[in-house]
């Protein structure tokens, strides 16, 4: 068994993520595809976010995530530098869809409705079938500081997105205050939409998206007088 630190990460060792020496083609083996990869992470993360929420993250070891999973640690450290980063891609997937759909939007219509519409977009993908376990991943952040560390680590790398995104729409730079103004309210009315869905009631979709609708609504109403 490899030597887990005490906030889950792992010792320095020779690989470090998916796509280390390590993961090249093998004789006799093909090399593994970008498609293949995406849904190993996912369902570590999977894996992951159901031992946790089972017996908590301190109880749970990189050796059980990797069992679950049916992979050798080694390989687990192949695809994640810790075991609360497991988790990371059941977080990013909605965000990554969301600033791809973002980046295609038309010039001439708000990004707002591209956003409003992102889990009716994503039904029948796997984010749909995994809404479940994005609940229960969320409602640990709030008991759970590594995990609400990732969970915030996520939004700001898509809120830096964002800004370049809108940049890119209105003819301003990333850096500058306008697009990042815009963006740190549309991330922030994503991920507070989420989590008040998480800790919610029921996680069903029409209840995410109207969420996310009226987080979306709030945010262009500015504040308060």
Known sequence: ????????????????????????????????????????????????????????????????????????????????????????????????????????????RPLAEAVAGTPSSLAGTSADTDAEALRDLVRLTRTEPGLRAVWLQVHHDAELVFAEVIAERTGHGPDDLEPRVQATLLNGALRIAVEQWAWGAGPHDGTLTRTIRRALDLARSGLSD
Do not use: N
Not at 39 to 66: H, K, N, P, S, Y
Not at 93 to 99: N, Y
């Open 1 to 108: 068994m490899g030597t887990v630190r005490a906030a889950g990460a792992r010792e320095p060792a020779s690989a470090t993520d998916a796509g280390a020496p390590g993961d090249g083609p093998r004789p006799g083996r093909p090399p593994l595809t970008e498609r293949r990869k995406a849904a190993t992470r996912l369902e570590i993360a999977r894996e992951a976010v159901r031992l946790f929420a089972d017996r908590g993250v301190a109880a749970t070891t990189a050796d059980d995530i990797a069992a679950a999973v049916g992979i050798s640690q080694r390989t687990l450290w192949r695809y994640t530098s810790s075991k609360e980063l497991c988790v990371r891609p059941l977080l990013s997937h909605a965000l990554d869809f969301v600033t791809a759909l973002m980046r295609s939007w038309p010039r001439d």
